[in-house]
């Protein structure tokens, strides 16, 4: 089967502008989770979906970051008002279940610049 | 919340030679501490686990070591090949992962 996708692989913006970054997680997959991973840097947990539970935002930088996920299913992270240090590589990653011990699931990134 | 420390940032070995890669976490509720290595431009790829009920684990290569009343881990990699050249990450999770900060594994011929 397919594994995690996301879309777009890349994307430029300008200072400013608000950009959306989608998820597709592995059919049957109840948890996701979106990551940022700036140059050279560790993976740094953003908001974690499992099932139809309200989400775990902790990880969220600002309140122009916010993320959904429709039907359980494919996730849309969306940065409002992008800044210069909102480049990064945005990962989206999927499990079984949100259970500790359920392997993650990485999907191919997504490298955001903005101008 | 839970705090990943990994050491060393960049490892340099010669082919054949060991490498170990260092973690120490913070919260001693974490449960399952798995490794993934992310090759230059892929994804990050789990490569062994190990959860808090176990020592030692091991997989041809690689084996992975648990010492909970210290809150380490390590990784360890015997006999490496040029192909094991990657970034390693080690993360703790008793629900959500937190990683550590990587580290970058040359293996030269």
């Known amino acids: 089967g397919a594994g995690v996708s996301q879309s777009p692989s890349n994307k430029v913006t300008e200072k400013g502008k608000d950009v959306e970054l989608r998820c597709d997680p592995i059919s049957g997959h109840t948890a996701l989770y979106w990551y940022r991973q700036s140059l050279g840097q560790g993976l740094e947990f953003l908001i974690y979906f499992q099932g139809n539970s309200a989400p775990d935002k902790s990880g969220l930088p600002s309140d122009r970051f916010s993320a959904e996920r429709t039907g359980g299913s494919v996730s849309t992270l969306t940065i409002q008002r992008t800044q210069q240090e909102d480049s990064a590589v945005y990962l989206c990653?999927?499990?079984?279940?949100?259970?500790?011990?359920?392997?993650?699931?990485f999907g191919p990134g997504t490298r955001l610049t903005v101008l | 919340g839970e705090n990943v420390e990994q050491h060393p940032s960049t490892l340099s070995v010669q082919e054949g030679d060991s490498a170990v890669i260092k973690c120490t976490y913070s919260?001693?509720?974490?449960?399952?501490f798995p490794w993934y290595k992310q090759e230059l431009g892929k994804r990050p790829q789990l490569i062994i686990d190990i959860r808090s009920n176990v020592g030692e684990k091991k997989d041809q290569r690689i084996a992975v070591t648990l010492n909970k009343t210290a809150k380490h881990f390590s990784l360890h990699i015997t006999e490496t090949q040029p192909e094991d050249s990657a970034v390693y990450f080690c993360a703790a999770s008793r629900g959500t992962l937190t990683f550590g900060k990587g580290t970058m594994l040359l293996v030269s011929p």
């Open positions: 990653a999927s499990s079984f279940s949100g259970l500790a011990g359920n392997e993650q699931f």
């Open positions: 919260d001693s509720a974490s449960n399952y």
